[in-house]
């Protein structure tokens, strides 16, 4: 079985083109995900390419009987450390340029776990791959590197083992391969975060390249005859990798066998292979190729910073400035640093430079993380301004995701009567913290609830955000949400949104299509048919025999954004404003009179029960923007803290509790809905 094999690591062009392609989409992603929402199966791409590269030179040594596990380690030294020494020290100092204490605190843990690789286990116990938080994390990408080098701990002790007893490779790949699908098949549902980051549920991927390594090595000319086909076939399924998988997707799961099995026929085709000769191996994918690894390293602290620094979603320009400097920072990265290293004759030397550096690194993190090291930043009493940046939670801790018509949503379960259903954009998901607050506090007295909610997508059925490429899973998910909202098992529906938002006099961002019509915001005929299609959802809804409670939009504005509550920037030192006015109320209802006229009036004709967050955060038409200890309630201009949330949204509690029998839905909640409001601020 093991037969000695000529040119068995001759280089190949096209793997270089891989590489291009899994880094651009990768980057795609991370800079634009509602655009190019599938670029994130790069990664998978990776894995595989490198459980192929690595398995060919271990099973070459182990052939040729010159196998040592210390130089199959020094060799990954060589290739990781330099690029990544390089990265990790310029995000520190960058980091204590510019970064808040909370910050700067957090980047010195996550620096710790990069430098021991196990950045994914760390981050599995934070977050998600898709939340809110992930793009203020620099060092979120070294998560790929954890699996990766989790995996080498293992691997070429098990592939010493296999040609030391003679055991069939195939056979051992073939139990690992079925052991960590399993896992990650089983796992992806109700556990999606650990099926992402756990090694356990990856190590599949970087198998399943160590197989085609196998084969390439022994059956190379087998499966070059049909090399066309395989490169063809592999490239249809990265296209539909890269166009079916999205946030939506339970992935990794059966998902993840699109990219990995587009790679590995990409890979099996040989150099020769029709795309892998015509396009692979072409000029400009072969050199991006090759500064891949340092790009993949660059790409994300420069874009994470863009958007801490930024304080919002940075500007197209913006993200496109950065991802240029990737691109001349990776080379530089390579050409001065990793080519010079791999060219030393003493290999001893920089290998122990290397290990020690990283050593540093880990210590420099922990005395970051620790305090023991302070950020150069001087806020002058900004700091809870600053830290109410991007503090957002949804999906919180306690709601789980479930799939319905295709989409994801959320759910928490209780034990007690009925199922309520909350249906809007963000300004509804902001309202997550206090649902599961009540749901977990008292669950035999509230309803299970189920989010079925999108950032930015109006709840109106026929209405389109736009640009549409910005926001593709609008139309379905709103469809989902209310088929979901009239189904039998649910009792309860909550609409919100910032509707004063769409249906101002500004609005060109929403187009009505429906039956060949088509009409754009803010033309009034176009605001009219959205008015009427929410109009009869509720009314469906309410014929459905549900309890529908109509949610206006809380108070908004620029007063309430803590980036307007502080001068200066964080590149020189930041001072808080002499005072933070209050919100006027009174003011704000009478710019939005006419969304709010039509809106309440949908409601009274379709007997759904209108809540005003107004009359319970405001009093005497003023409403706080700051808490007593001064800092900022909201962490935008329209949404609201998660601990503001949890302490002021009490007015959504009885749309979780199941009404007396016999009671009207128009008269058995409204004395509930207009108890006294808790103390502003």
């Not at 271990?58 to 290739?79: C, H, M, N, P, W």
């Not at 059966?254 to 890979?267: S, T």
Request: charged content about 15%; aromatic content about 12%; some cysteine.
């Amino acid at each position: 079985m093991h037969t000695a094999h000529a040119g068995a690591l001759a280089y190949r062009p096209d793997i270089d083109g891989m590489r291009a392609l899994a880094v651009i989409a990768v980057i795609l992603f991370h800079a634009w995900p509602t655009w190019f929402a599938g670029g994130f199966v790069g990664v998978d791409i990776f894995f595989v390419i490198s459980g192929f590269l690595i398995t060919s030179i271990l099973i070459s040594q182990l052939e040729k009987g010159k196998f040592s596990i210390a130089d199959f380690y020094v060799r990954r030294i060589r290739r990781i450390f330099p690029a990544l020494t390089v990265v990790m020290l310029a995000t520190l100092a960058f980091g204590w340029v510019v970064l808040l204490r909370g910050e700067f605190q957090q980047i010195g843990k996550h620096a710790v776990a990069g430098t021991t690789f196990v950045s994914n286990l760390v981050l599995w116990n934070e977050a998600g791959y898709f939340d809110n938080d992930g793009i203020t994390k620099p060092f979120l990408h070294l998560w790929s590197l954890g699996v990766e080098e989790q995996f080498y701990i293992l691997w070429p002790l098990i592939l010493w083992l296999v040609f030391s007893r003679k055991l069939r490779f195939l056979w051992v790949a073939g139990v690992i391969f079925v052991i960590s699908m399993s896992a990650n098949v089983l796992l992806v549902s109700d556990h999606p975060v650990a099926a992402f980051f756990s090694p356990l549920t990856r190590f599949w991927e970087l198998m399943a390249g160590g197989v085609v390594a196998w084969l390439n090595l022994h059956q190379a000319q087998r499966f070059e005859r049909h090399g066309t086909a395989l490169s063809l076939g592999g490239a249809l399924l990265l296209g539909l990798a890269f166009w079916l998988t999205n946030a939506q997707s339970l992935f990794p799961g059966w998902w993840a066998m699109l990219p990995v099995g587009g790679a590995c026929m990409l890979i099996l085709a040989g150099k020769n292979g029709l795309l892998n000769r015509l396009l692979l191996s072409r000029r400009l994918p072969v050199a991006i190729g090759l500064i891949s690894y340092p790009l993949y390293l660059w790409h994300w602290p420069l874009l994470s910073y863009g958007h801490i620094i930024y304080g919002q979603k940075p500007p197209t320009l913006l993200k496109l400035a950065l991802i240029g400097a990737g691109f001349v920072l990776a080379w530089l990265t390579w050409r001065l640093v990793e080519i010079p290293l791999r060219e030393r004759r003493d290999r001893n030397r920089v290998t122990w430079s290397l290990g020690l550096g990283m050593v540093a690194i880990a210590v420099l993190g922990l005395t970051i993380s620790t305090s023991l090291l302070r950020e150069r930043i001087d806020t002058h009493g900004a700091e809870s301004y600053l830290a109410a940046l991007n503090d957002s939670q949804f999906p919180g801790p306690t709601l789980a995701p479930m799939r319905y018509e295709g989409v994801v949503f959320q759910k928490a379960l209780s034990r007690g009567p009925g199922l309520t259903v909350f249906l809007g954009d963000s300004v509804m998901q902001q309202y997550g913290p206090r649902i599961e607050h009540a749901v977990a506090s008292d669950p035999a007295r509230f309803s299970s609830v189920i989010f079925a909610t999108a950032g930015g997508c109006p709840p109106i059925e026929n209405t389109v955000r736009l640009p549409q490429i910005r926001f593709p899973l609008c139309p379905k998910t709103v469809r989902a949400a209310y088929a979901l909202a009239n189904s039998a098992q649910v009792d309860t529906v909550v609409v919100g949104a910032a509707w004063y938002g769409y249906f101002n006099a500004g609005q060109r961002e929403l187009l009505f299509e429906k039956g060949g019509v088509s009409k754009a915001f803010p033309a009034p005929d176009a605001q009219e048919l959205a008015y009427a299609s929410l109009h009869d959802s509720l009314a469906t809804l309410r014929k459905n025999g549900k309890r529908v409670f109509l949610v206006l939009q809380p108070p908004a504005g620029a007063a309430f954004d803590p980036q307007s509550m502080y001068t200066g920037s964080r590149f020189g030192s930041i001072a808080p404003l002499p005072k933070v006015p209050a919100f006027d109320l009174a003011d704000y209802r009478q710019r939005n009179a006419a969304p709010l006229a039509r809106l309440t009036a949908i409601a009274a004709d379709t007997g759904a029960i209108v809540i005003e967050p107004a009359q319970f955060m405001c009093k005497d038409n003023l409403c706080p923007v700051l808490d007593d200890s001064g800092a900022p309630l909201y962490t935008d201009t329209i949404h609201m803290r998660p601990a503001y949330s949890r302490r002021a949204a009490s007015f959504l509690d009885p749309t979780m509790l199941r009404a007396p029998a016999g009671a009207s839905a128009a008269t058995r909640t409204q004395p509930t809905a207009q108890a006294s409001p808790p103390p502003a601020g």
